[in-house]
């Protein structure tokens, strides 16, 4: 006779599991992602197929593989269990993102949508039916996802056309067509502060227009002169006022779109102004697939846990 069956080692079989490039091509939307999420059950498989969940435990204390049972004793209604006689658990949870959350999986999926949405908090605790407190938490927590995606893959801005300083912060928006673009918060606008910044983010060889601004003046000498050339053949070709203008116009609806949002999210708060930064260089470098954010965010999510 057949004992019971033993708890399984995975929480979907392994072939289940999707690479990042095939969650990116996912284009959800809450009529399909609310019948894949319906129950806590369903998000832990959800989560696990995209690499969200680790599908598989070791036991720190024996090396064993760990078994995945029922526990009621968790609103995830599962848990991992050594099969050994060490007797150690796990939560589902554990080593992933939503390790220290106290929300339900479905929610905490869809306060990540909620988010790519763009919604204002107050509404989204309404929605999920959790405290503006969560929501602020977790929204900060998604804002570091960000923060530590922009630091993890930089993108230098190269054949740039423009460039401003505005409002205390240094804003280049490079070329249009891939809309690269950087925000970076600065202390003052000397040259000693701006050269660096220069360096890091603008690509050697770059077109520069400078826009009101002295230090740049001296653009020839910073990094050695390593912008000087371009520069030159950049003021035999874009004399043109016309021009001119449009490439001005460009960097400004920018920066008046970054101080729009900023001013609407963070309000007073100055601590937080760089994270929200972050977000809005976050959205901008992937705005080309905007209905993808969500996907992108958890493919984010995933390289960072
Ligand atoms: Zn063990």
Same mark, same amino acid.
């Given at each position: 006779?057949?004992?019971?069956?033993?708890?399984?080692?995975?929480?979907?079989?392994?072939?289940?599991?999707?690479?990042?490039?095939?969650?990116?091509?996912?284009?959800?939307?809450?009529?399909?992602?609310?019948?894949?999420?319906?129950?806590?059950?369903?998000?832990? /498989?959800?989560?696990?197929?995209?690499?969200?969940?680790?599908?598989?435990?070791?036991?720190?204390?024996?090396?064993?593989?760990?078994?995945?049972?029922?526990?009621?004793?968790?609103?995830?209604?599962?848990?991992?269990?050594?099969?050994?006689?060490?007797?150690?658990?796990?939560?589902? /949870?554990?080593?992933?993102?939503?390790?220290? &959350?106290?929300?339900?999986?479905?929610?905490?999926?869809?306060?990540?949508?909620?988010?790519?949405?763009?919604?204002?908090?107050?509404?989204?605790?309404?929605?999920?039916?959790?405290?503006? =407190?969560?929501?602020?938490?977790?929204?900060?927590?998604?804002?570091?996802?960000?923060?530590?995606?922009?630091?993890?893959?930089?993108?230098?801005?190269?054949?740039?056309?423009?460039?401003?300083?505005?409002?205390?912060?240094?804003?280049?928006? $490079?070329?249009?067509?891939? $809309?690269?673009?950087?925000?970076?918060?600065?202390?003052?606008?000397?040259?000693?502060?701006?050269?660096?910044?220069?360096?890091?983010?603008?690509?050697?060889?770059?077109?520069?227009?400078?826009?009101?601004?002295?230090?740049? $003046?001296?653009?020839?000498?910073?990094?050695?002169?390593?912008?000087?050339?371009?520069?030159?053949?950049?003021?035999?070709?874009?004399?043109?006022?016309?021009?001119?203008?449009?490439?001005?116009?460009?960097?400004?609806?920018?920066?008046?779109?970054?101080?729009?949002?900023?001013?609407?999210?963070?309000?007073?708060?100055?601590?937080?102004?760089?994270?929200?930064?972050?977000?809005?260089?976050?959205?901008?470098?992937?705005?080309?697939?905007?209905?993808?954010?969500? &996907?992108?965010?958890?493919?984010?999510? =995933?390289?960072?846990?």
């Amino acid at each position: 006779m057949a004992g019971r069956p033993r708890n399984p080692e995975h929480l979907v079989p392994v072939a289940q599991v999707i690479q990042p490039q095939q969650m990116l091509q996912e284009e959800w939307r809450l009529q399909t992602l609310l019948p894949a999420i319906q129950d806590t059950e369903e998000a832990i /498989r959800w989560l696990a197929r995209r690499g969200l969940l680790k599908n598989e435990q070791l036991c720190h204390v024996c090396g064993n593989r760990m078994t995945v049972g029922t526990f009621n004793g968790h609103t995830d209604g599962k848990r991992w269990r050594c099969p050994g006689r060490c007797n150690v658990t796990k939560t589902i /949870r554990d080593g992933s993102w939503f390790e220290k &959350s106290k929300i339900s999986l479905p929610n905490n999926i869809l306060l990540l949508y909620c988010w790519h949405m763009d919604l204002p908090q107050v509404q989204v605790a309404r929605e999920l039916e959790v405290s503006t =407190r969560t929501v602020v938490d977790w929204m900060n927590f998604i804002r570091e996802v960000c923060e530590e995606d922009l630091r993890l893959h930089p993108q230098q801005v190269g054949g740039l056309d423009e460039q401003t300083v505005a409002g205390g912060t240094l804003g280049v928006r $490079g070329d249009r067509e891939s $809309g690269r673009c950087f925000m970076v918060e600065v202390p003052d606008r000397t040259r000693a502060t701006l050269e660096p910044i220069v360096l890091q983010y603008v690509l050697p060889g770059s077109h520069i227009i400078p826009d009101g601004w002295r230090a740049y $003046g001296n653009l020839a000498q910073v990094g050695g002169g390593i912008y000087l050339h371009d520069v030159i053949v950049h003021d035999q070709h874009f004399v043109d006022p016309n021009n001119r203008n449009i490439h001005t116009n460009n960097i400004e609806n920018t920066w008046m779109r970054a101080k729009r949002k900023l001013r609407r999210q963070f309000g007073t708060s100055e601590d937080l102004f760089p994270s929200y930064l972050a977000e809005f260089l976050w959205r901008n470098r992937y705005r080309n697939d905007q209905h993808y954010y969500f &996907s992108r965010l958890l493919t984010c999510i =995933r390289e960072q846990y």
